[in-house]
């Protein structure tokens, strides 16, 4: 018989040990996507892949350049349409927003950021590609706004409101409006913060497939403008993983790792960004 | 910053906008307070705008079947008859078996970041498990088609049909893509949400509780056990609500690797369907209103599920403590 003390003792290390065993066996995954991702994807990273257009089934080589541009232009126009509302809404919810709207806009942003991403595209869908009866980047780009705005929304506010009252009271003091106030001491303080959030929302969209499966859609081709169907990197893995053609698998492997190296690269810079500038979470 | 062009306040002009109560108030500040409600008007527009629309988009599926949609099992775009019942039963069981997975695991990383880790430890773990978070859902579904699949098919499975095979979970064919493999990759995307809302909730249990439990003898497991988590029961569960929220809307890694067949089966081994899975595979090919109506309704399901289950859960992490920063979980 153990001793109570010694029964105590060893409980102790044997569920400190399963806490260790638990945070281990939550990272094998990560390190196995990484691994799998880089060795799989690296061999079909060459000039072509960044060059050239996808070429039909029975080829060989060819790349996807169409979607590597396709997908700049949904994050760049996801950013345009997301990122000013998202900031404004957050100022608004920082400065002025313990009146009752203000409660139902912040409970708004957060059923909205746990909505999930494929009914978003059911509803870009019904909004815009019902009305301009075609799939089009621009569809997209609104689909994966619509997902960004409530983490850009609450991010700008949490940090607006990390900003010392003092700094706003001091630029009052010297006679600025409050607007002036606002935009010049109090959001410029928080912006690196603020940036933060927002790369980290962008990195999330970037990586969104589910959405752009009817909004964006795919192409095989280059899309001239904002209004054609869009080829991107995620709907590109999807369509080419779930083909059965050998050739079409490796373009894959190579664009997860060529989209896992964008987004992990915007996360760390995040990272890296909070820890070097005041005014960061 | 210049104010050189800014006039004292004691000789500005009167401004023409007068509040109810007859102040004076800055014409830039009445404009930029409206633009700013406005555009925060836009996320109550939107929120209300998406429900509007999948309501709209389904009213011919509600009206055709009713409440008989959740009941039946026969989806056959054919026929145009349509039944959510066995994707129901795939999105449940599916997001249930990953909470089987994640719950413990992400809790025990939870308690290891904010109770037992050397504060070295406590960046670099919190940092790869959100990176965990960071991979995109299809680079996911790449792996488990090619990584974990072919695992499950020939070592996993024919393991659990040996030892366990007289339990109806594990029996039928061994082909890797299933329930099992749906239920994994499920896991190891909301371990990162939970684990990290459970983090935040365990922090903010005050350290009073866990110095008087030390004080009087416990060891650092018994300070956890009996002074911090009952104070963040409520949080933890709030957590687990998340990670749930997460799991049943999850789309491209579960379509991936579930083998998308809607057979109802107990089977762990047997390929399964789910909501958002059906959403993704059929919508953009549907033809005819009432085939994209029956989809639309599957979206509205989980639509109004994943809202429910999201205020249930951010009611009871405010019970303990603000959410974590950015409020995106």
Redesign the interface.
Known sequence: MLSPYTR??F??VV??S??????V???I??I??LY??TR?GIGGINLAFFTELPKPVGESGGGMANALVGTLKLVFLACAFGIP?GV??G???A???HSR??K??RF????????????????V???VVLQTKHFSALAGGVALA?LM???V???TE?LLRLIPESLREAALG???????V????MLRTAAPGIAT?VM??V??V?????PL??TA?SNPFWSSGLNEPTASL?VS??NY??SPYEEW?RQ??AA?LL??LL??LL?VTA?LLVRSRVGA? | MSVSHEVSPLIRPRSWILTRFGREVNWGDFVFHRLTALLAALLIAALTAMAAAMFHGSAESLSKFGFGFITSRIWDPVRDIYGALPFIYGTIASSFLALCFAVPISLGVAIFLSELAPAWLRGPVGFLVELLAAVPSVVYGLWGIFVLAPWLRETVEPLLARTLGFLPFFQGQQRGFGMLAGGIILAIMITPTISSVSREVLRAVPSALREGALGLGATPWEAVRVAVLPYARSGLVGATILGLGRALGETMAITMVIGNRSEMSASLFAPSYTMASVIANEFSEATGSLYLSALAEVGLLLFVVTVLLNIVARLLVWRVGRLPEGGRL
């Open positions: 105590r003792k409980t102790d569920v400190r399963a806490c260790v065993l638990a945070a066996i939550a990272l995954p990560l196995s996507v799998y991702v799989r509302p404004l809404a100022v608004y919810l400065e002025f927003g709207f203000g139902a806009v708004s942003a957060d059923v909205m950021s746990g909505v999930p991403s494929i009914t978003v595209g059911i509803f869908y019904s909004l619509v705005l409530p983490t929304t609450r991010t949490e010297l006679g600025l409006p409050q607007w002036r606002t935009l010049r001491v959030g980290l929302a990195a999330r970037a990586g969104e497939t589910a499966l009817f859609f995620p893995i999807y993983a779930v698998h894959a492997w997860a989209l896992l987004v992990l996360n990272r979470p």
